[in-house]
């Protein structure tokens, strides 16, 4: 339910992916790059413990006409490793995406304190289905692994009193669906499901973790 935006610089001091970055970035002879400038998807991948830097994308991320939900987080997240891949000749690029869904209908991030409102107040009693795509492309031979997650998440019918203190408290405005689902915004929700509940912060580590196996990538 996250992808917030944040400067390149201010994100490699915000979310410096590990201490010993310096003392080696190849993984199997492979550097690791993850295509975000996302904190939350900086701070889940630290959590495989494995060295790797991080690289703006810089995609259009509009939906195509009459394109799926998934479809778009699956196209977006292949886009946003390719994009990176082009200043990368031999690496392993991990590009992700998030749309979510409610009622047949895309649903973004809100960005503004308005935007959040309609959208908590739109979706309170209601279930709001979340597809985060998640792509590890291989540079060097142009091979790519894509595969989506699926999430879903039902809030309470929240009181109008509610949803404007969480907005203010919280500020989720760079999140798909306006909650944080590793935050306050738990305590929205009537229920939840999915396979990985990391998925729903931005990007899922189970997928990621069997895609590194496959491209020899063992993590212990």
């Given at each position: 339910?996250?992808?917030?935006?944040?400067?390149?610089?201010?994100?490699r001091?915000?979310?410096?992916?590990l201490?010993?970055?310096?003392?080696?970035?190849?993984?199997?002879?492979?550097?690791?790059?993850l295509?975000?400038?996302?904190p939350?998807?900086?701070?889940?991948l630290?959590?495989?413990?494995?060295p790797?830097?991080?690289?703006?994308?810089?995609?259009?991320?509009a939906?195509?006409?009459d394109?799926?939900a998934?479809?778009?987080?699956?196209?977006?997240?292949?886009?946003?490793?390719?994009?990176v891949a082009?200043?990368?000749?031999?690496?392993?690029?991990?590009?992700?995406?998030?749309?979510?869904?409610?009622?047949?209908?895309q649903?973004?991030?809100?960005?503004?304190?308005?935007?959040?409102?309609?959208?908590?107040?739109?979706?309170?009693?209601?279930?709001?289905?979340?597809?985060?795509?998640?792509?590890?492309?291989?540079?060097?031979?142009?091979?790519?692994?894509?595969?989506?997650a699926?999430n879903?998440v039902t809030?309470?019918?929240l009181?109008?009193?509610?949803?404007?203190?969480?907005?203010?408290?919280?500020?989720p405005?760079?999140?798909?669906?306006?909650?944080?689902?590793?935050?306050?915004?738990?305590?929205?929700?009537?229920?939840?499901?999915?396979?990985?509940?990391?998925?729903l912060?931005?990007?899922?580590?189970?997928?990621?973790?069997?895609?590194?196996?496959?491209e020899?990538?063992?993590l212990?």
């Amino acid at each position: 339910m996250t992808d917030a935006g944040a400067g390149q610089e201010n994100l490699r001091k915000t979310c410096a992916p590990l201490e010993n970055l310096s003392e080696g970035i190849f993984l199997n002879s492979k550097l690791l790059v993850l295509a975000s400038t996302s904190p939350y998807r900086c701070e889940l991948l630290k959590r495989l413990q494995i060295p790797f830097i991080t690289a703006a994308p810089n995609v259009n991320e509009a939906p195509l006409p009459d394109e799926t939900a998934r479809a778009t987080s699956a196209r977006l997240s292949l886009d946003k490793a390719r994009a990176v891949a082009a200043n990368y000749s031999d690496a392993l690029i991990i590009g992700s995406d998030q749309v979510a869904l409610l009622n047949g209908q895309q649903i973004g991030k809100p960005l503004t304190h308005d935007n959040a409102v309609k959208q908590l107040s739109s979706t309170r009693g209601k279930t709001t289905h979340f597809y985060t795509a998640l792509t590890l492309l291989n540079s060097q031979t142009g091979k790519y692994q894509t595969e989506v997650a699926e999430n879903s998440v039902t809030l309470r019918n929240l009181s109008d009193t509610e949803i404007e203190s969480y907005l203010r408290k919280e500020q989720p405005y760079h999140c798909a669906g306006s909650v944080k689902s590793e935050g306050l915004g738990i305590a929205l929700m009537s229920g939840m499901t999915g396979d990985d509940p990391n998925a729903l912060i931005g990007l899922p580590l189970i997928l990621l973790t069997e895609m590194l196996r496959r491209e020899n990538v063992l993590l212990f």
